[in-house]
């Protein structure tokens, strides 16, 4: 017998603010025309003021929850990718723990930024089939509207606000890619990147939050290498092709980067899932959200192959490969 994190539930939370293109057009020298050609970014959505990362991720938990048909106290972990926590301390995890009245367990963050989701949901996974713990809540949570530096168009205009999650479980199954739930994680980093794309701040430098800078070029450059690097390992590990993928969710930062990524893998665009001209690029919500979105519409399917990707700050990246 083989222990699989099963996903039983998902679900995600978009604050009801939208803020479109033509709305950013009053705030830099921008035109909705080149944010559209450069990025398919139309719109996102944008945190209310006092609308913190925990409760956005607390509204996606609920709905996670209840799409699983499990109770929040049946949770014995929760998992949570942000690089906008509430507070320095204490965890975005605790404080979602706390508004969901689990009082057992464990709950902690994770922060890889653009590539968080994929790292806790491997986190997470490795819990589930050690047999350690039953049940997680894997969150992608972000307030990215709070860092970014609303004089500078070439950041402000590509990131958004959000939240996403998954209820995971710890099933038995045969040890095959027939098996539903989690078959296969890699996670990449190299610290070596970390001018391309960071924050200008942090409790130990600046003691302040900081905003986010970023070359947008060399980000995209490395994106897509990285990203096919880590997929193409993703096909040696498991045998898996192109072809045998149902639903490919990668990470949505850029239109153009999720088209030049499936082009050099030979992945069927009919079958990419894009979300990113409704909710810009939301970091470690946005595989979540788009997982969610597609649950939602009726594209993603119990059995289907699913494979996600992802790459972020540090830099960090990584693939998932998971049966529904
Ligand atoms: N509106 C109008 N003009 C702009 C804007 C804007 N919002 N931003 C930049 N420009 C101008 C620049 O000033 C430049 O003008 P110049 O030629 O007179 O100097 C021109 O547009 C071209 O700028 P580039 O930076 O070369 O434009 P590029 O085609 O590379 O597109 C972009 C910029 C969209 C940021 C692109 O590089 C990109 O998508 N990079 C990936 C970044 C990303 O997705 N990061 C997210 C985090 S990491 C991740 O999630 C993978």
């Known amino acids: ?19 479109t293109n033509s709305d950013i057009e009053k705030i830099v020298d921008t035109t909705d025309d080149w944010i559209i050609e450069r990025t398919g970014i139309q719109s996102r959505h944008i945190a209310a003021e006092g609308e913190t990362t925990s409760m956005l991720a607390t509204r996606a938990a609920e709905r996670a929850i209840e799409n699983a048909g499990c109770l929040a106290t049946d949770i014995d972990l ?4 942000t690089a906008t926590p509430d507070y320095t301390f204490p965890s975005t995890a605790t404080q979602v ?20 989701f994929v790292y806790a ?12 713990h039953k049940r997680a809540l894997v969150i992608g949570a972000e307030t990215f509207s709070r860092i970014l530096d609303w004089t500078d ?4 205009v590509l990131f958004g606000d959000g939240a996403g999650a998954v209820v995971l479980e710890a099933q038995s199954g045969k040890g095959t890619l027939e098996d539903r739930g989690v078959l296969n994680t890699v996670l990449r980093s190299d610290g070596r990147h970390r001018d391309k794309l960071y924050v200008d701040g942090g409790p130990s430098t600046t003691g302040t939050s900081g905003h ?88 993603i399917k119990r059995g289907d192959l699913v494979l ?17």
């Not at 929760?78 to 990718?81: E, H, K, M, Q, T």
């Not at 723990?97 to 968080?116: E, K, R, T, W």
């Not at 168009?153 to 402000?156: G, V």
């Not at 996600?308 to 529904?324: D, H, I, N, P, S």
């Open 1 to 19: 017998m083989t222990l699989r994190s099963v996903v039983i539930g998902c679900g995600h939370y978009l604050p009801e603010r939208i803020l």
């Open 78 to 81: 929760i998992v949570l990718a």
């Open 97 to 116: 723990q706390a508004a969901l009245g689990i009082h057992s367990g464990a709950a902690f963050d994770v922060q890889a930024v653009c590539s968080g």
């Open 121 to 132: 949901l491997t986190v997470a996974d490795k819990f589930l089939i050690s047999g350690s």
């Open 153 to 156: 168009r070439t950041t402000c």
């Open 212 to 299: 986010l800078r970023m070359e947008g070029r060399e980000v995209f450059r490395h994106a897509v290498t990285c990203l096919a690097e880590v997929i193409e390992e993703t096909f040696a590990q498991t045998g898996v092709s192109a072809q045998d993928i149902q639903w490919f969710v990668p990470h949505q930062a850029n239109r153009r980067i999720i088209d030049a990524t499936a082009r050099k893998l030979n992945i069927d665009p009919a079958h990419v899932v894009v979300t990113v001209e409704k909710h810009g690029n939301t970091s470690a919500a946005s595989i979540p959200l788009a997982l969610s979105t597609a649950c939602q519409d009726g594209r």
């Open 308 to 324: 996600l990707e992802a790459m972020g700050g540090g830099f960090t990246w990584g693939a998932a490969l998971v049966r529904w």
